[in-house]
């Protein structure tokens, strides 16, 4: 699309002469598509429950497996920007539905995400019978649960903040809704949506593993995956295996973000609204290539021109906020949240009729107890995990080129499913007897942990050096310097690393409080082990119960203590 | 040059607005405003912040609603954004992510043109009005006068009737606003634009005189029309002449009248708890004080004359001029600033004298901080919630205003030590060192 502008404005363009630029894109262009012609066509291929083809475990059955465990993440992507895109836009553009839906996104946001899979997928296979499209979907909304909410949260949010001036200008300049939506809308939320879509598919890795090898009560599946690849392979007991889908899954997550990120995020450092020059300009190769590559654009500037045309077409999908109905305000209101109520006291009524005829007190008690539990393991976690990194991450931070290179490191670990490193753990527990209790608790951090430490070198690293040189010229003592300079001014990165790391860790909660390796099993009690364990037995109504408890735990976490810090993070470490 | 007899382009009649009090009610911001541009006029909007002269500019480009009123554009009612009328915005309000180029195309949007024909009227724009070379550029490697440019030319690419501009140059520095109005004078001149008439908002009194045909002065709390003062000069108009100087010397004259009586009304009602007060820092004062006393004022002068002796533009100005008189340092008439006896004794004082002076003037004329003194003072705990006045001082002032009231008095106290305030509690308490 950037070459398309300069063949517009006349001048620059060049004569398309193939040269080894065109030569790499259009390899890089038609891999991809064949690759991804190759994984879709096995996904609707026919399958029944009962004849599942076997999983292999054979080092050469992996490339094909991992193909088809990233096509699975890239297909929820696209279901969760789809999803952003229409639901965001509806609760921003509606005073109404805005009443209903962010506060349902807000419990969404809270569930765990396993916790969707053992309710979806009997409903999924049931839709398409005798087809793996069944099973797949199923699978697909699992990672998609784990991706949209916060991409929709971001968006939303975007959508009310737009500045307003902006505003006025496409109001005066009569755009209509859909003008409006791709010029202003989408644009100004576009660094905020694209942050988060890597925040989504680094969480997506942990979960696209967990749900391909799903089993509810009797319903076993083994979807091709690296996730069942390993599931197999901790039921046979192969360590060598577990080591061959730790490296597919590193090559898998590096190429994605060097064909598909990175390009993203460098395309979307334009739509960055401050108006002064960045201090870093991120870069890509494959964005570079495809920008200089003659062939490239000659090819995507018509793409690029219907695009913009598209953009610019005047039909209108959705007003603006307009406050004009049959009713009063006040009246409609009252309805519609009359109405709103009503429906959630049947869902809950219902819930409560079916639920109270199969669950007793007793059952609370213990889903509680099992809640206390993991909320006390999560607290230690995230605060060890804490005094462990940040200082560690400030250290970095504080240091260029350090973080140069240990920045990606850490994304990248952050991003790596922790779930396939359990096997290795669970074979050193066993082996050394080490008590279960203990030391299966790192596992819920494993994967999480990471969010802390690159947040806080991103903030350290933001740290105003003019601050920093105060405090050496005015000598100011260590331990004064850590509690006056240096932790405030990482404090709110901190705070956003620690949210992420915390809700990771409930998340995790469900794989890594009871693990197996071959016959062997190894449990830590706590809420994740009572959910995985109701979930193999197909218990439904104490799957939803606990399910119920951790997102209620999860939400009074979010509101009584995350919240309120960021807050204060937020207006103590404000200037004006 | 118009005459008042022309076609009206745009009328506004009887124009209330109302923005609702926190206790329900109404609070008026404009009333009973009636303009009409006429075509061939440059006609401009000037007053105060929070006279409502910027609300009053998006009424008429169909940006917001009155509350009452008819907004009818060349005969006929205005119910939204309409096509041949055009924006060009204070912060300029360029998309960021879009070119130059495809940010003069978005003027064009609405009108559904094919593309090519799209570019070539964008082109022209951008050549009209000095942008050639820059079209492929983004917004952020623009200075702030190429952006304004970027501004006009998205306006005025659609060819629009009407042109409405809201301080189209408060945030330029001076050599560029200058630059950039003299350029856009000579294209009005030369009758180079499709462009019938201009309505344009503006807080410098100069820059209305410069450019307007009529001038409508705008009174505050709530917004009306006040004066209406012609322009008959020929352009180019040149600062330096006498006439010129006549005009900015009379509005300057209604504009501090309006601004006394105002103050005077304030103080009457509600015992003068809801006075707003000037947005100016504590410590200005003095400084002012001192540069007033010297010569070759001697403690008088013409608020046009000092405007430019120290080049503080009239925005910057009144609050000063209106701070001294509500403090009783200086008495405002007729556009001339004298200072008082106490003014003298301000302007002379050491930092402690001013301290202590400063701080008597605040507890006998700036009844709000007399008022939260005595509260705290009453209290055991001699602590009392921001909150609690704030909400009595928005239920007569716009939010905006009231915050900013509220600022002032806080910044007034802490310099004259009467109380202190702590911004993370929102609290104000009796200073007993800390602070």
């Given at each position: 699309?950037?070459?398309?502008?300069?063949?517009?404005?006349?001048?620059?363009?060049?004569?398309?002469?193939?040269?080894?630029?065109?030569?790499?894109?259009?390899?890089?262009?038609?891999?991809?598509?064949?690759?991804?012609?190759?994984?879709?066509?096995?996904?609707?291929?026919?399958?029944?429950?009962?004849?599942?083809?076997?999983?292999?475990?054979?080092?050469?059955?992996?490339?094909?497996?991992?193909?088809?465990?990233v096509?699975?993440?890239?297909?929820?992507?696209?279901a969760?920007?789809?999803?952003?895109?229409?639901?965001?836009?509806?609760?921003?553009?509606?005073?109404?539905?805005?009443?209903?839906?962010?506060?349902?996104?807000?419990?969404?946001?809270?569930?765990?995400?396993?916790?969707?899979l053992?309710?979806?997928?009997?409903?999924?296979?049931?839709?398409?019978?005798?087809?793996?499209?069944?099973?797949?979907?199923?699978?697909?909304?699992?990672?998609?649960?784990?991706?949209?909410w916060?991409?929709?949260?971001?968006?939303?949010?975007?959508?009310?903040?737009?500045?307003?001036?902006?505003?006025?200008?496409?109001?005066?300049?009569?755009?209509?809704?859909?003008?409006?939506?791709?010029?202003?809308?989408?644009?100004?939320?576009?660094?905020?949506?694209?942050?988060?879509?890597?925040?989504?598919?680094s969480?997506?890795?942990?979960?696209?593993?967990?749900?391909?090898?799903?089993?509810?009560?009797?319903?076993?599946?083994?979807?091709?995956?690296?996730?069942?690849?390993?599931?197999?392979?901790?039921?046979?007991r192969?360590?060598?295996?577990?080591?061959?889908?730790?490296?597919?899954?590193?090559?898998?997550?590096?190429?994605c973000?060097?064909?598909?990120?990175?390009?993203?995020?460098?395309?979307?450092?334009?739509?960055?609204?401050?108006?002064?020059?960045?201090?870093?300009?991120?870069?890509?190769?494959?964005?570079?290539?495809?920008?200089?590559?003659?062939?490239?654009?000659?090819?995507?500037?018509?793409?690029?021109?219907?695009?913009?045309?598209?953009?610019?077409a005047r039909?209108?999908i959705?007003?603006?906020?307009?406050?004009?109905?049959?009713?009063?305000?006040?009246?409609?209101?009252?309805?519609?949240?009359?109405?709103?109520?009503?429906?959630?006291?049947?869902?809950?009524?219902?819930?409560?009729?079916?639920?109270?005829?199969?669950l007793?007190?007793?059952?609370?008690?213990?889903?509680?107890?099992?809640?206390a539990?993991?909320?006390?393991?999560?607290?230690?976690?995230?605060?060890?995990?804490?005094l462990?990194w940040?200082?560690?991450?400030?250290?970095?931070?504080?240091?260029?080129?350090?973080?140069?290179?240990?920045?990606?490191?850490?994304?990248?670990?952050?991003?790596f499913?922790?779930?396939?490193?359990?096997?290795?753990?669970?074979?050193?527990?066993?082996?050394?007897?080490?008590?279960?209790?203990i030391?299966?608790?790192?596992?819920?951090?494993?994967?999480?942990?990471?969010?802390?430490?690159?947040?806080?070198?991103?903030?350290?690293?933001?740290?105003?050096?003019?601050?920093?040189?105060?405090?050496?010229?005015?000598?100011?003592?260590?331990?004064?310097?850590?509690?006056?300079?240096?932790?405030?001014?990482?404090?709110?990165?901190?705070?956003?690393?620690?949210i992420?790391?915390?809700?990771?860790?409930?998340?995790?909660?469900?794989?890594?409080?009871?693990?197996?390796w071959?016959?062997?099993?190894?449990?830590?009690?706590?809420?994740?082990?009572?959910?995985?364990?109701?979930?193999?037995?197909?218990?439904?109504p104490?799957?939803?119960?606990?399910?119920?408890?951790?997102?209620?735990?999860v939400?009074?976490?979010?509101?009584?203590?995350?919240?309120?810090?960021?807050?204060?993070?937020?207006?103590?470490?404000?200037?004006? | 040059?118009?005459?008042?007899?022309?076609?009206p382009?745009?009328a506004?009649?009887?124009?209330?607005?109302?923005?609702?009090?926190?206790?329900?009610?109404?609070?008026?911001?404009?009333?009973?405003?009636?303009?009409?541009v006429?075509?061939?006029?440059?006609?401009?909007?000037?007053?105060?912040?929070?006279?409502?002269?910027?609300?009053?500019?998006?009424?008429?480009?169909?940006?917001?609603?009155?509350?009452?009123?008819?907004?009818?554009?060349?005969?006929?009612?205005?119910?939204?954004?309409?096509?041949?009328?055009?924006?060009?915005?204070?912060t300029f309000?360029?998309?960021?992510?879009?070119?130059?180029?495809?940010?003069?195309?978005?003027?064009?949007?609405?009108?559904?043109?094919?593309?090519?024909?799209?570019?070539?009227?964008?082109?022209?724009?951008?050549?009209?009005?000095?942008?050639?070379?820059?079209?492929?550029?983004?917004?952020?490697?623009?200075?702030?006068?190429?952006?304004?440019?970027?501004?006009?030319?998205?306006?005025?690419?659609s060819?629009?009737?009407?042109?409405?501009?809201?301080?189209?140059?408060?945030?330029?520095?001076?050599?560029?606003?200058?630059?950039?109005?003299?350029?856009?004078?000579?294209?009005?001149?030369?009758?180079?634009?499709?462009?019938?008439?201009?309505?344009?908002?503006?807080?410098?009194?100069?820059?209305?005189v410069?450019?307007?045909?009529?001038?409508?002065?705008?009174?505050?709390?709530?917004?009306?029309?006040?004066?209406?003062?012609?322009?008959?000069?020929?352009?180019?108009?040149?600062?330096?002449?006498?006439?010129?100087h006549?005009?900015?010397?009379?509005?300057?004259?209604?504009?501090?009248?309006r601004?006394?009586?105002?103050?005077?009304?304030?103080?009457?009602?509600?015992?003068?708890?809801?006075?707003?007060l000037?947005?100016?820092?504590?410590?200005?004062?003095?400084?002012?004080?001192?540069?007033?006393?010297?010569?070759?004022?001697?403690?008088?002068?013409?608020?046009?004359?000092?405007?430019?002796?120290?080049?503080?533009?009239?925005?910057?100005?009144?609050?000063?001029?209106?701070?001294?008189?509500?403090l009783?340092?200086?008495?405002?008439?007729?556009?001339?600033?004298?200072?008082?006896a106490?003014?003298?004794?301000?302007?002379?004082?050491?930092?402690?004298?001013?301290?202590?002076?400063?701080?008597?003037?605040?507890?006998?004329?700036?009844?709000?901080?007399?008022?939260?003194?005595?509260?705290?003072?009453?209290?055991?705990?001699?602590a009392?919630?921001?909150?609690r006045?704030?909400?009595?001082?928005?239920?007569?002032?716009?939010?905006?205003?009231?915050?900013?009231?509220?600022?002032?008095?806080?910044?007034?106290?802490?310099?004259?030590?009467?109380?202190?305030y702590?911004?993370?509690?929102?609290?104000?308490?009796?200073?007993?060192?800390?602070?």
């Amino acid at each position: 699309m950037e070459q398309h502008a300069e063949v517009l404005t006349g001048g620059t363009w060049r004569q398309p002469v193939p040269g080894w630029r065109d030569l790499v894109a259009t390899l890089l262009v038609l891999g991809v598509v064949i690759l991804i012609g190759i994984g879709t066509h096995q996904m609707v291929a026919p399958f029944a429950v009962e004849h599942q083809p076997a999983i292999s475990l054979s080092p050469a059955a992996l490339p094909l497996y991992t193909l088809r465990t990233v096509l699975r993440m890239l297909a929820a992507m696209s279901a969760s920007l789809f999803f952003t895109f229409t639901y965001a836009t509806l609760a921003a553009k509606s005073r109404r539905a805005e009443m209903v839906l962010i506060p349902i996104l807000d419990v969404l946001q809270s569930v765990p995400i396993l916790g969707y899979l053992s309710f979806t997928v009997a409903f999924f296979v049931a839709l398409f019978p005798g087809n793996v499209m069944g099973p797949e979907l199923a699978a697909i909304f699992a990672i998609f649960t784990s991706q949209a909410w916060n991409m929709a949260f971001s968006f939303y949010q975007s959508l009310r903040t737009i500045p307003t001036d902006l505003d006025e200008a496409s109001r005066s300049f009569r755009e209509s809704g859909w003008q409006r939506f791709w010029r202003l809308e989408v644009p100004f939320a576009m660094p905020g949506l694209v942050w988060n879509m890597m925040m989504s598919m680094s969480g997506g890795w942990f979960f696209v593993v967990a749900s391909e090898a799903i089993a509810v009560g009797d319903l076993q599946i083994a979807l091709p995956g690296v996730g069942s690849y390993v599931a197999k392979a901790i039921a046979q007991r192969d360590l060598a295996a577990v080591g061959w889908a730790i490296s597919a899954m590193t090559v898998a997550i590096l190429l994605c973000d060097q064909l598909v990120f990175r390009p993203m995020v460098t395309w979307a450092d334009k739509f960055r609204f401050e108006q002064t020059a960045a201090q870093i300009i991120p870069r890509s190769w494959v964005l570079d290539l495809f920008r200089r590559s003659g062939l490239i654009a000659a090819v995507s500037g018509p793409l690029g021109a219907a695009i913009r045309h598209g953009a610019r077409a005047r039909f209108s999908i959705l007003p603006g906020r307009t406050a004009t109905g049959l009713l009063p305000r006040g009246v409609g209101d009252a309805l519609w949240l009359g109405l709103a109520s009503g429906a959630l006291a049947y869902v809950g009524w219902a819930i409560v009729r079916h639920a109270g005829s199969a669950l007793t007190w007793d059952d609370l008690r213990t889903a509680t107890g099992n809640g206390a539990l993991t909320l006390a393991r999560v607290a230690v976690l995230v605060a060890l995990a804490s005094l462990i990194w940040v200082p560690i991450g400030v250290a970095v931070g504080l240091r260029p080129k350090l973080t140069a290179r240990v920045q990606p490191v850490s994304q990248f670990l952050a991003a790596f499913p922790a779930n396939l490193l359990f096997p290795v753990a669970v074979f050193l527990i066993v082996r050394f007897r080490l008590s279960p209790g203990i030391w299966l608790c790192p596992l819920m951090i494993l994967g999480t942990q990471w969010y802390i430490l690159f947040n806080v070198i991103a903030g350290a690293s933001a740290f105003p050096s003019d601050f920093r040189e105060v405090a050496a010229s005015f000598r100011v003592r260590p331990w004064r310097w850590w509690r006056e300079v240096m932790l405030p001014g990482v404090f709110p990165y901190f705070v956003t690393g620690a949210i992420t790391a915390s809700g990771g860790a409930w998340n995790a909660s469900i794989v890594a409080e009871s693990v197996s390796w071959g016959s062997t099993r190894l449990t830590a009690g706590g809420l994740g082990a009572y959910i995985a364990r109701m979930t193999e037995a197909g218990d439904y109504p104490r799957i939803a119960l606990g399910v119920a408890v951790m997102s209620v735990l999860v939400i009074a976490l979010n509101r009584l203590l995350w919240r309120p810090l960021y807050a204060y993070a937020e207006r103590r470490t404000r200037l004006d | 040059m118009f005459d008042a007899t022309s076609e009206p382009i745009i009328a506004l009649s009887h124009i209330d607005m109302n923005f609702i009090k926190p206790s329900g009610g109404p609070l008026p911001v404009l009333a009973g405003i009636d303009v009409t541009v006429r075509e061939g006029e440059i006609l401009g909007l000037l007053g105060r912040s929070g006279s409502g002269k910027s609300t009053l500019l998006r009424i008429a480009g169909g940006l917001i609603k009155p509350s009452a009123g008819t907004v009818l554009y060349r005969g006929k009612p205005l119910g939204g954004p309409a096509e041949g009328i055009a924006v060009v915005f204070q912060t300029f309000a360029l998309y960021p992510w879009l070119t130059v180029l495809e940010n003069v195309e978005l003027g064009l949007d609405a009108a559904g043109l094919r593309s090519d024909d799209a570019h070539r009227r964008a082109m022209s724009a951008i050549d009209l009005i000095g942008l050639d070379g820059f079209q492929s550029a983004y917004p952020r490697e623009l200075s702030g006068g190429m952006r304004q440019r970027v501004g006009f030319a998205r306006a005025l690419v659609s060819d629009p009737i009407l042109l409405l501009m809201d301080e189209p140059f408060s945030a330029l520095d001076v050599l560029t606003a200058e630059t950039l109005r003299t350029d856009f004078l000579d294209l009005w001149g030369a009758h180079q634009l499709a462009t019938k008439a201009v309505l344009m908002v503006t807080h410098n009194i100069e820059e209305a005189v410069l450019m307007c045909d009529r001038i409508l002065v705008l009174g505050a709390n709530p917004g009306r029309i006040v004066a209406e003062i012609k322009v008959p000069l020929p352009q180019p108009r040149n600062r330096l002449d006498t006439a010129f100087h006549e005009i900015v010397d009379e509005i300057y004259a209604i504009l501090t009248s309006r601004m006394t009586e105002a103050m005077g009304a304030q103080s009457r009602i509600h015992g003068g708890l809801v006075q707003q007060l000037p947005e100016v820092a504590a410590t200005r004062l003095g400084g002012f004080a001192e540069a007033l006393a010297a010569p070759p004022f001697e403690g008088r002068a013409e608020l046009a004359q000092i405007a430019r002796a120290l080049t503080l533009p009239s925005n910057r100005l009144f609050p000063i001029a209106a701070a001294l008189h509500l403090l009783e340092f200086a008495e405002l008439e007729e556009g001339t600033i004298k200072l008082t006896a106490a003014g003298r004794v301000l302007a002379h004082s050491d930092i402690d004298g001013r301290k202590l002076l400063f701080r008597e003037h605040l507890l006998r004329f700036v009844p709000l901080a007399a008022h939260i003194r005595q509260v705290l003072d009453e209290r055991a705990a001699h602590a009392a919630p921001r909150e609690r006045f704030e909400y009595e001082l928005e239920d007569h002032l716009p939010r905006p205003e009231a915050v900013k009231t509220m600022q002032t008095a806080i910044d007034w106290a802490r310099y004259a030590e009467l109380f202190a305030y702590n911004d993370r509690t929102r609290t104000f308490s009796l200073d007993r060192g800390a602070a």
